[in-house]
């Protein structure tokens, strides 16, 4: 409770600096999954200290830059590094706002009390998804970054054919992690900070060696935003020292 009310104090001397006199807005922010832990919890902490309110919709960054790009609109996008230097390609993304925030690497999860099998090394993860009655990863065409990582990963250890039969995929923008608490999967792979937002999973560890992969997730005000100022004031937020404690906890690197 203490960490709480400190992190409040300190946010709130965060957004104070940026707010003006503007009246309080409705902020309407598409965030990736991959930060859904950190965002979640830095969310009431924002809305209580600037008096704005986020309407957050959450799903992959692939699925979430698709309907930007079909003309849906929103104030402040969170999404991976490559989504959000894309949609400012296109003019959508308010040049200058851009803001790296954390980055994850991919982890392999089990359900809470379950036998976690080696991974120290590339051989020997091969060998656990060989072993492994059930996987699940985030399906490739959802255009989920890990998923469509980890089955060109399959791909590259010549182990795709014999793990096709043996593979689950959650609903598209859905969490692998999932399937281990209804049993339709043994082992979960996908972004750390996503498999650890899932009640009653523990993490085994990250992808062994240069099999990882690192997702950079970043943050930018679209150009036709009528609250820029405090999609401003959100980003500056997000990528706070004290913000950072957050993304840490949650299974993130800041950045």
């Known amino acids: 409770m203490t960490k709480v ?3 409040i104090a300190v946010i709130a001397a965060i957004v104070f600096a ?4 503007a009246a309080a807005a409705e902020l309407k922010v598409y965030s990736t999954i991959g930060v859904q832990g950190a965002v979640e919890q830095l969310a009431p902490l924002f809305e209580k200290t600037s008096g704005h309110k986020l309407a957050i919709t959450w799903g992959t960054a ?7 790009e079909g003309g849906e609109s929103a104030d402040v996008l969170i999404l991976t590094r490559e989504g959000i230097d894309a949609l400012t390609k ?35 993860f091969k060998q656990a998804l060989l072993n492994a009655k059930t996987i699940a990863y985030s399906d490739p ?12 990963l399959l791909e590259r250890m010549g182990i795709a054919d014999q793990m096709k039969a043996k593979t689950k995929y959650p609903p598209p923008g859905g969490n692998s ?3 281990l608490m209804t049993g339709e999967a043994e082992l979960a792979i996908q972004q750390k900070p996503e498999v650890m937002y899932v009640a009653g999973v523990e993490i085994v560890g990250l992808l062994p060696a240069d099999l990882n992969n690192v997702t950079v997730f970043a943050a930018g005000i ?6 820029a100022d405090a999609g401003k004031t959100l980003i500056k937020m997000l990528h706070s020292p004290e913000a950072a404690t957050v993304f840490r906890a949650k299974g993130l690197d800041p950045l």
């Open 5 to 7: 009310i400190g992190l």
């Open 18 to 21: 940026q707010v003006t006199l």
């Open 62 to 68: 692939v699925m979430l830059v698709k309907r930007i």
């Open 90 to 124: 296109e003019g959508k993304v308010a040049p200058g706002t851009e803001v790296t925030l954390a980055s994850s690497g991919i982890a392999v999860a089990v359900k809470a009390g379950a036998s976690k099998p080696d991974i120290s090394t590339p051989e020997a």
């Open 141 to 152: 065409a959802a255009g989920g970054a890990s998923g469509v990582y980890f089955a060109k």
């Open 177 to 179: 992690a999932s399937l």
């Open 222 to 227: 679209t150009a036709d935003s009528k609250n």
